[in-house]
């Protein structure tokens, strides 16, 4: 972490010249929202928020705002610091937040007479990630009226990954200590956690874009959507009125055909977060996984995965799911689907590498050794020295050396994988090839 020397802080347009306010001096509680002038749409200022203890330890009440201060938790150095730095939340230690891109900050109290000058520093989302969350929430009439509500559907989160993740968050002080976070940027975290609680905008503000230009683009887009579907709407069918249809004697028309095949599968209704309920995300991931498979199954007449595994079908799941594990619904999705297997979300991670690597395929070569015929597993050591690699000891169906693998698939590919040297812990990395020394060379360059 970058430290500036000394402890006053630096001149700040946002703050007011003259003698700095003791913490909690002159604060007054805003109504409902929280409000503060706003100077343009990047960029947003809160008045100094009431002093408040967490009786359970949790600043938070949304799942978005829990998030935010996780991924701060989870990369801390010191718990200590952390433990300091929500009591000066708690307390009021810190004063009025400004919110611009990529960018929190405030001047937080300390034990001497002048403030620090603390800031969050955050990537923003490029224009892809904003494209993939305006379509997403466009898509559906039910996320526009959450957002307006200011509530974040969890379906949005899988999307784009709006939530950093641990290490994602920089924090930066002007005060000597050269903790990771201090406790007056910990306290800075707790506290806009407060803000994200109350208006989840000012998490998109945080990620690059202000509410009226996301409201403005989803007016946009709902508009041209909705012209989209009342020029492809499908012409009404043909009607028998009831008493004609009972008459005596009358003949039946017959069957209209069937409606067409939608374009793609329908989307699930969004489910509101429930203590006493499943988790929304998985209720999410489960409906669409089941609209996906419906309307695979209604086009082709196959359903893709009904020959899977319970194991195989969890894998698949969790590799089609946005991100490497480490946002916090992703953990949870993890170790979800690895306690109903009786595995460790360890497990289901390398497995997730190794479909991502090879698809169904891929998982066997993970999971099942097995002897080869003589050919071209026999053909690979020799091909494998003349260019000039190590020497690699076999075993089954794996050459190896101290930390790198190849492994022959019954598909007839080889397969990259990798260990810490000596570890025999090996995960699954690179593209399959017909060829070792290719598939060897994918490895090395990734």
């Known amino acids: 972490m970058n430290r500036r020397s000394g402890s006053s802080p630096r001149h700040d347009p946002d703050r007011r010249s003259g003698s700095s306010p003791r913490p909690g001096a002159g604060r007054r509680s805003a109504p409902g929202r929280f409000a503060g002038p706003r100077h343009d749409d990047l960029r947003r200022t809160f008045p100094a928020l009431e002093p408040r203890e967490a009786p ?13 201060v996780e991924a701060l938790e989870d990369t801390a150095l010191d718990p200590a610091r952390l433990a300091r730095g929500k009591a000066y939340a708690g307390r009021g ?31 923003t989302l490029g224009d892809d990630g904003w494209e993939r969350f305006l379509d997403e929430v466009a898509a559906r009439p039910d996320h526009i009226a959450a957002l307006l509500d200011k509530d974040v559907p969890h379906a949005l989160e899988a999307v784009t990954g709006l939530l950093p993740a641990p290490g994602d968050l920089v924090p930066d002080c002007s005060c000597p200590d050269d903790g990771f ?44 959507r909705s012209a989209a579907e009342k020029t492809s709407s499908v012409p009404p069918m043909a009607t028998v009125p009831a008493r004609a249809a009972l008459a005596p004697g009358h003949a039946l028309p017959s069957l209209p055909p069937p409606l067409p095949a939608p374009a793609q599968p329908g989307r699930p209704p969004s489910y509101p977060p429930d203590p006493h309920a499943p988790d929304p995300l998985a209720l999410d991931l489960l409906a669409s996984e089941a609209a996906a498979r419906a309307h695979a199954f209604l086009v082709t007449g196959d359903d893709p995965v ?22 916090a619904s992703t953990r949870a999705l993890y170790r979800d689907l690895a306690y109903a297997l009786d595995r460790t979300p360890t497990d289901l991670a390398r ?35 003349a260019a000039d690699f190590p020497a690699f000891r076999p075993w089954r169906n794996h050459l190896s050396t101290r930390s790198l693998q190849l492994r022959f698939g019954r598909d007839g590919l080889w397969y990259g994988y990798e260990s810490d040297a000596d570890r025999e812990d090996w995960w699954p990395r690179g ?3 017909a060829d070792p020394v290719g598939a060897l060379t994918d490895l090395l360059g990734h």
């Open 306 to 327: 009904a020959a899977l595994t319970p194991w195989q079908d969890a894998v698949r799941l969790a590799a089609a799911h946005p991100g490497s594990g480490l946002t």
């Open 56 to 68: 359970d330890g949790r600043f938070a009440a949304t799942w978005w705002g829990n998030a935010w």
């Open 93 to 123: 230690h810190v004063d009025a937040i400004t919110v611009t891109p990529g960018r929190v900050v405030a001047y937080v109290h300390g034990t001497r007479p002048r403030p620090y000058r603390t800031e969050i520093r955050l990537r």
């Open 351 to 385: 497995a997730v590498a190794a479909w991502r690597q090879g698809g169904i395929a891929g998982l066997a070569v993970l999971e099942e050794p097995w002897d080869p015929p003589a050919g071209p597993f026999d053909r690979a050591r020799p091909a494998l020295l």
């Open 181 to 224: 976070p201090c406790k007056h940027a910990a306290a800075l975290c707790y506290q806009s956690a407060r803000l994200l609680d109350e208006d989840p905008f000012v998490l998109f503000l945080m990620r690059g874009r202000g509410e009226q230009e996301i409201l403005a683009d989803l007016t946009h887009r709902n508009a041209a």
């Open 431 to 433: 593209t399959p090839d």
